[in-house]
């Protein structure tokens, strides 16, 4: 009967340490950005980095010390346009008034990958929407990926979530679990799959918003 018992003992030993094993969190390693592309963990950003040329980096800063408040998505074709266009567009009278075109068909998302799970915001239970701005070229490749907004989940009613903006570049309230949550948000944009937006001209490049919601 002792030996019984014995056996009994170690089994539920044995059982107890495979459960404990199961639920051990894998340490968390974020997904590795692109070698063409720069990310900024201050501005919340990842760009590509014009003809892979590190001064452009350099560019990048200059500009950030004098705006770091302003949204760098909506400066980035400027920022990094060539002294070449500069002097094209200082001779040509009709490259002076900026040109507008009708978009006939936004960018078609064909794959869109989903967010590494945040570890350490899932430990916490915190229900989030991440949004990020994202500049498709003429070619349907993400060129700049940045943060436009954080949601957190309100209220859940009629299996609808609803979301309230915290209005993180304003109150400055980002968790670490935010950071984590922004980041794999920002790759994982970088890495869709895109048809490019038509204007009445062919394919332009245009700025949208796309949402990625962790719920735990």
Request: glycine share 2%; hydrophobic share 35%.
């Amino acid at each position: 009967m002792a030996e019984f018992m014995k056996k009994v003992i170690v089994f539920f030993l044995f059982m107890l340490l495979c459960v404990h094993c199961v639920h051990v969190p894998k340490a968390y390693k974020p997904t590795d950005v692109p070698s063409d592309y720069y990310y900024d963990e201050d501005k919340f950003v990842i760009f590509k980095i014009p003809n892979g040329d590190p001064e452009n980096i350099d560019k990048y800063r200059l500009w950030k010390n004098e705006n770091n408040n302003n949204s760098f998505i909506k400066n980035y074709s400027e920022i990094f346009k060539s002294e070449q266009d500069n002097s094209k567009n200082e001779n040509n009278p009709e490259t002076k008034e900026k040109k507008s075109f009708a978009i006939r068909r936004p960018p078609i998302i064909k794959n869109q990958p989903k967010p590494k799970i945040s570890l350490l915001a899932a430990k916490q239970g915190i229900d989030k929407k991440i949004i990020v701005s994202v500049k498709v070229s003429k070619t349907g490749i993400v060129e700049v990926a940045e943060l436009y907004d954080i949601l957190l989940l309100d209220e859940k009613e009629n299996n609808v979530y609803k979301f309230e903006s915290l209005n993180p570049w304003k109150k400055r309230n980002i968790t670490n679990a935010d950071k984590e949550m922004i980041y794999e948000s920002l790759v994982a944009a970088l890495n869709m799959e895109l048809e490019p937006a038509l204007s009445n001209k062919g394919p332009v490049s245009v700025t949208m918003q796309v949402p990625f919601t962790f719920i735990y």
